[in-house]
């Protein structure tokens, strides 16, 4: 999941995480198929850990580099749009 910030400042803040998968191994070391649903065979469950990044870019054209494109494009279109003002009502 990616989600993208922008700062007071204008800089934009890109946030990643990716979470841990999850894998049956036979003894052999190849991933198992249903038979380890229903635990069959000597087969271990593996998990990779997951991660979190956080970046921060100074322009819009350096964000493209970090972004799938579709992403890119809704996260352009919403930097054109004029900045909201909070009133303190």
Not at 27 to 55: C, H, I, M, N, Q
Request: glycine share 8%.
């Amino acid at each position: 999941m990616v989600t993208v910030y922008r700062t007071r400042s204008g800089k934009f803040v890109v946030h990643a995480v990716r979470s841990p998968d999850w894998i049956q191994k036979g003894p052999d070391g190849k991933p198992g198929g249903w038979r380890t649903w229903l635990g069959l065979g000597d087969y271990t469950f593996v998990a990779s850990t997951g991660e979190s990044t956080l970046e921060v870019v100074d322009t819009i054209d350096e964000l493209r580099e970090k972004l799938p494109a579709e992403l890119f494009e809704t996260v352009a279109a919403a930097a054109r749009q004029p900045a909201v003002e909070d009133l303190d009502i």
